[in-house]
């Protein structure tokens, strides 16, 4: 059950920014402690993940499709913004690894938001596979990491459990 909870959840914070996964996720260490493990920790933060990318395909398909909604063309239908846009679908479409790269460094770190990278990774046409990837190691990572700390603080009794 935790799984499944922790699965819809995080699809929903994807999606609603208001609510906060690591917040949950630090919720599920600090209640779970010692019952979790280390294949626990990993398998929580795949599930976590999961659900992240999830929500966060409903952002890129947004950037991806965007474009073509009649009164967003009609805002950037200016040479400037056009150039710019074709400039950046170059830069990134020629070199798949930079996109990852980038894509990977703001799912760790949440610098810049994921949330506003995934819309920009729909613009730019990131590749989905590529899109998916990067942003399930990043985030996996990042809960893990979460995970850790709040099982350690818990552990440390900082947090009630």
């Known amino acids: ?48 993940a999961a659900g992240q990318m999830v929500g966060k ?17 009609r805002k950037t239908s200016s040479p400037k913004w056009q150039s710019r846009l074709q400039t950046w679908q170059h830069r990134i479409g020629d070199r798949a ?6 894509l990977l460094v703001s799912a760790v770190t949440g610098f810049p938001p994921f949330a506003i990278l995934s819309v920009i990774a729909g613009q730019l046409r990131v590749p989905i596979p590529v899109f998916l990837a990067a942003g399930m190691v990043g985030r996996t990572a990042r809960f893990a990491a979460v995970l850790g700390a709040s099982g350690w603080l818990a552990h440390l009794g900082w947090f009630p459990g």
Do not use: H, K, Q
């Not at 999606?15 to 493990?37: F, Q, S, T």
């Not at 395909?57 to 063309?73: D, N, P, Q, T, V």
């Not at 690894?97 to 980038?102: H, K, M, Q």
């Open 57 to 73: 395909m409903a952002w890129y398909c947004a950037g991806r499709y965007a474009l073509e909604w009649s009164w967003l063309r």
């Open 1 to 48: 059950m935790l799984l499944v909870g922790t699965f819809f959840y995080c699809v929903g914070s994807a999606v609603v920014p208001l609510l906060n996964a690591e917040a949950y996720i630090a919720g599920v260490a600090a209640l779970a402690d010692d019952d979790i493990g280390r294949l626990g920790l990993w398998l929580v933060a795949v599930v976590a």
């Open 97 to 102: 690894w930079l996109g990852a790269l980038i």
